[in-house]
T-cell receptor, first 113, second 110 residues
């Protein structure tokens, strides 16, 4: 049973396209996140949702729009893809407590050509 | 939020040796967590140490926390080739947001 699952695992697309990455967690967690990991392995938080509501929106271009249809899902839609968007995107979830661990998905490697 | 800074950036050891990685942070924390990332995979939680704890063990892992120096260390004893991975620390100040640095890339040579 996969706790946090992302699809697709790999995504290759051309500049200017619009794409979505889906994330689902079956842990019953209230909080979900999107992280971006660049080629230097630096993990940067992009968004955080708590019970379908946006609570963190770091400095991310507005071409990135998260959508949470319910608390088990947090999808990431990216418009007008650019070369610099190439990275690995990770979804994660955690319970709504102050001291807790996060559970990560396997990542989506996005390559923009 | 704040991120931890892991040191060294890369570490290469022989199987059976111990590996020590360090993490420094800037402000007061509620807890600090260590995660492992195998190549091409997501992060996996290893251990959490609270601000009022000084040391914690989990199997071959030993974590220390020195809040006066704002630093933590992760010791892996009797390393194995399967321990090859990137290791990240995540100091947590409030809420549930976790921020990470660039990690320490550990290579354990058989």
């Amino acid at each position: 049973d996969t706790a946090v699952s992302q699809t697709p695992k790999y995504l290759v697309t051309q500049m200017g396209n619009d794409k979505s990455i889906k994330c689902e967690q079956n842990l019953g967690h209230d909080t979900m996140y999107w992280y971006k990991q660049d080629s230097k392995k630096f993990l940067k938080i992009m968004f955080s949702y708590n019970n379908k509501e946006l609570i963190i929106n770091e400095t991310v271009p507005n071409r990135f729009s998260p959508k949470s249809p319910d608390k088990a899902h947090l999808n990431l839609h990216i418009n007008s893809l650019e070369l610099g968007d190439s990275a690995v995107y990770f979804c994660a979830s955690s319970p709504l407590t102050k001291v807790t661990e996060a559970f990560f998905g396997q990542g989506t490697r996005l390559t923009v050509v | 939020s704040q991120q931890g800074e892991e040191d060294p950036q890369a570490l290469s050891i022989q199987e059976g040796e111990n590996a020590t990685m360090n993490c420094s942070y800037k402000t007061s924390i509620n807890n600090l967590q260590w995660y492992r990332q195998n190549s091409g995979r997501g992060l996996v939680h290893l251990i959490l140490i609270r601000s009022n704890e000084r040391e914690k063990h989990s199997g071959r892992l030993r974590v220390t926390l020195d809040t006066s120096k704002k630093s933590s260390s992760l010791l892996i004893t009797a390393s194995r080739a399967a321990d090859t991975a990137s290791y990240f620390c995540a100091p947590q100040t409030s809420g549930s947001r976790l921020t990470f640095g660039e990690g320490t890339q550990l290579t354990v040579n058989p």
